[in-house]
């Protein structure tokens, strides 16, 4: 490929104060220089030899040209790689080279990073994918811009591959010397890019972004080192353990120990705890300062108050201004609250509950439900504010059905109901005989009797025709209920008999034809005549 050029035109002329002697000599050797580089251009490529060096990114040692290191590159994502030359003393402003690339990577664009820009006499980047090469070619007559110490040559941009390990290498290369016009010896260093996967994102977020005492955070992770199950905790203020609930709510309102949720780099929820000092508490899972003027939340009914449970959050059963929200109830001091959502003792609706539980003494949500023995277990609030479960059987004509007394019929209680034929081994008819069959048990399947374990009648025996189920008659399968020749229901083959044709005798008509006397079933003889057609 032949490089561009340029319309020459003179660089306009700089102020001689600031060019030295050796630069003035040498603008009659720069345009020889760029005049070669306009002539043969890439074409002195072909003469360079291919030099083959350690896998390892550009160091910056003198007289040295690589690539340098790109950092992480993931997966398929475009990277971007420069190459790079530190020339020492000397001065060039010339340059060209090839950067070799394995059939895995697409060059999709070469960059000058030289800023020689209008005054370049020679521009040629070019990414030749057929040859696995990025080409890279620029002059310039402007001896002014010429490059010494470590020049950034280009940048050179590659399509996303997968994973994996891919060889750079600068295979030719030409830097001319601007002071010699001779071509400058660099060594080569080829570059090893790794290419990795991409980084999962986190799976573990935390909302006030690590341990922050004075924040109160939500920490969404796995719960354990065994990373089976995810979950969701907040910070908390810890009180000291008496086994007195009433004890444990009141310390936990002066608690001076934050409970801090945070992410382990497994993503598993790490804890930690503080204290808050003297002149703080924790309130809410947070340190805050401590208030001695009445306020609300301070888990004292002051004036104007009807509640105060610690805290200042609405939908708690104790709003934030202190008042006891709608359908809830609120006892003691501090305030515990309790909320009922069927309204109490209502055992036809299914429910729930929320409060803290009478037996446990846990806070949290509880639903009406069944127990396994049928009862309806019904959560209600107690007068001092606890949920309760209240355990009954269900009245009469009703059965528990998803936490609620429902009327109808319980299939699978083993009791005989309005609408059911049996119940497990509970029968209206516990007998196959009362029904015509020969003998047997019937089974029970969703409460409907199933005839099919009764023993059936074979070929030949007296019948009774009826429609239970799948059955119509008492007959065994394959067979069928029919009136026989003196009008008596038994039980017949419905599958015809096969008749075993033998010939006995064949003789050809005068008129063509065919004629076999054969023997069929019992003793039976039949003619058949098959006609034959003469030409």
Same mark, same amino acid.
């Given at each position: 490929?032949?490089?561009?050029?340029?319309?020459?035109?003179?660089?306009?002329?700089?102020? #001689?104060?600031?060019?030295?002697?050796?630069?003035? *000599?040498?603008?009659?050797?720069?345009?020889?220089?760029?005049?070669?580089? *306009?002539?043969?251009?890439?074409?002195?490529?072909?003469?360079?030899?291919?030099?083959?060096?350690? &896998?390892?990114?550009?160091?910056?040692?003198?007289?040295?040209?690589?690539?340098?290191?790109?950092?992480?590159?993931?997966? /398929?994502?475009?990277?971007?790689? =420069?190459?790079?030359?530190?020339?020492?003393?000397?001065?060039?402003?010339?340059? @060209?080279?090839?950067?070799?690339?394995?059939?895995?990577?697409?060059?999709?664009?070469?960059?000058?990073?030289?800023?020689?820009?209008?005054?370049?006499?020679?521009?040629?980047?070019?990414?030749?994918?057929?040859?696995?090469?990025?080409?890279?070619?620029?002059?310039?007559?402007?001896?002014?811009?010429?490059?010494?110490?470590?020049?950034?040559?280009?940048?050179?941009?590659?399509?996303?591959?997968?994973?994996?390990?891919?060889?750079? =290498?600068?295979?030719?290369?030409?830097?001319?010397?601007?002071?010699?016009?001779?071509?400058?010896?660099?060594?080569?260093?080829?570059?090893?890019?790794?290419?990795?996967?991409?980084?999962?994102?986190?799976?573990?977020? /935390?909302?006030?972004?690590?341990?922050?005492?004075?924040?109160?955070?939500?920490?969404?992770?796995?719960?354990?080192?065994?990373?089976?199950?995810?979950?969701? @905790?907040?910070?908390?203020?810890?009180?000291?353990?008496?086994?007195?609930?009433?004890?444990?709510?009141?310390?936990?309102?002066?608690?001076?120990?934050?409970?801090?949720?945070?992410?382990?780099?497994?993503?598993?929820?790490?804890?930690?705890?503080?204290?808050?000092?003297?002149?703080?508490?924790?309130?809410?899972?947070?340190?805050?300062?401590?208030?001695?003027?009445?306020?609300?939340?301070?888990?004292?009914?002051?004036? +104007?108050?009807?509640? /105060?449970?610690?805290?200042?959050?609405?939908?708690?059963?104790?709003?934030?201004?202190?008042?006891?929200?709608?359908?809830?109830?609120?006892?003691?001091?501090?305030? #515990?609250?309790?909320?009922?959502?069927?309204?109490?003792?209502? @055992?036809?609706?299914?429910?729930?509950?929320? +409060?803290?539980?009478?037996?446990?003494?846990?806070?949290?949500?509880?639903?009406?439900?069944?127990?396994?023995?049928?009862?309806?277990?019904?959560?209600?609030?107690?007068?001092?504010?606890?949920?309760?479960?209240?355990?009954?059987?269900?009245?009469?004509?009703?059965?528990?059905?998803?936490?609620?007394?429902?009327?109808?019929?319980?299939?699978?209680?083993?009791?005989?109901?309005?609408?059911?034929?049996?119940?497990?081994?509970?029968?209206?008819?516990?007998?196959?005989?009362? &029904?015509?069959?020969?003998? +047997?048990?019937?089974?029970?399947?969703?409460?409907?009797?199933?005839?099919?374990?009764?023993?059936?009648?074979?070929?030949?025996?007296?019948?009774?025709?009826?429609?239970? +189920?799948?059955?119509?008659?008492?007959?065994?399968?394959?067979?069928?209920?029919?009136?026989?020749?003196?009008?008596?229901?038994?039980?017949?083959?419905?599958?015809?008999?096969?008749?075993?044709?033998?010939?006995?005798?064949?003789?050809?008509?005068?008129?063509?034809?065919?004629?076999?006397?054969?023997?069929?079933?019992?003793?039976?003889?039949?003619?058949?005549?098959?006609?034959?057609?003469?030409?």
């Amino acid at each position: 490929m032949k490089p561009k050029l340029k319309p020459h035109r003179h660089p306009p002329q700089p102020n #001689r104060t600031f060019i030295s002697h050796k630069a003035e *000599a040498n603008k009659s050797l720069i345009i020889g220089i760029v005049a070669i580089i *306009a002539v043969v251009g890439l074409g002195l490529l072909l003469f360079f030899s291919k030099q083959f060096v350690g &896998k390892a990114y550009y160091t910056g040692g003198v007289n040295s040209i690589g690539v340098v290191s790109p950092g992480e590159v993931v997966s /398929d994502t475009p990277f971007t790689v =420069t190459v790079k030359a530190n020339l020492g003393t000397k001065n060039t402003v010339g340059i @060209l080279f090839e950067l070799d690339y394995p059939d895995e990577l697409e060059c999709t664009d070469v960059k000058s990073l030289l800023n020689w820009g209008d005054d370049a006499l020679i521009y040629d980047t070019e990414c030749d994918n057929s040859n696995r090469e990025a080409i890279f070619e620029y002059a310039t007559p402007n001896y002014m811009l010429a490059k010494s110490g470590e020049v950034e040559i280009a940048n050179i941009t590659f399509k996303g591959v997968k994973e994996g390990s891919y060889n750079l =290498t600068i295979g030719r290369i030409k830097i001319l010397d601007l002071d010699t016009g001779q071509e400058i010896t660099l060594t080569l260093e080829e570059a090893e890019i790794i290419v990795v996967a991409p980084k999962e994102k986190p799976i573990c977020t /935390d909302s006030d972004n690590g341990i922050d005492f004075n924040v109160k955070g939500t920490v969404n992770g796995y719960l354990t080192t065994e990373k089976k199950e995810i979950g969701t @905790l907040s910070d908390t203020c810890v009180a000291a353990a008496t086994g007195n609930e009433e004890d444990t709510h009141k310390e936990l309102l002066r608690s001076k120990v934050v409970h801090e949720l945070s992410c382990s780099p497994e993503d598993v929820i790490s804890h930690s705890w503080h204290h808050c000092g003297e002149t703080r508490e924790c309130v809410e899972g947070k340190c805050v300062p401590i208030k001695s003027e009445p306020y609300c939340g301070n888990g004292v009914i002051d004036a +104007g108050e009807t509640c /105060d449970d610690g805290n200042a959050v609405d939908e708690d059963g104790c709003s934030a201004t202190c008042t006891v929200e709608e359908g809830w109830t609120c006892s003691g001091v501090p305030s #515990r609250c309790c909320f009922d959502s069927d309204g109490g003792y209502n @055992l036809s609706v299914w429910g729930w509950a929320i +409060g803290v539980n009478e037996a446990a003494n846990l806070f949290g949500t509880y639903n009406d439900s069944c127990s396994n023995e049928g009862k309806i277990l019904e959560r209600t609030c107690t007068s001092d504010s606890k949920v309760k479960i209240n355990s009954q059987d269900c009245p009469s004509g009703t059965h528990c059905k998803d936490g609620a007394c429902v009327a109808g019929a319980v299939c699978g209680n083993s009791i005989l109901e309005t609408g059911e034929q049996c119940d497990n081994t509970t029968f209206t008819v516990e007998n196959c005989t009362s &029904k015509g069959f020969k003998g +047997g048990t019937p089974t029970c399947t969703n409460c409907i009797v199933n005839y099919s374990s009764c023993t059936r009648h074979t070929v030949g025996e007296t019948c009774t025709l009826f429609t239970l +189920g799948a059955l119509a008659s008492t007959c065994a399968d394959g067979l069928t209920c029919e009136k026989n020749n003196i009008g008596a229901l038994v039980c017949t083959s419905s599958i015809p008999p096969v008749a075993i044709v033998k010939p006995i005798d064949i003789k050809l008509t005068p008129v063509g034809s065919l004629i076999a006397t054969t023997s069929v079933g019992k003793g039976k003889e039949y003619d058949i005549t098959v006609t034959l057609a003469f030409n």
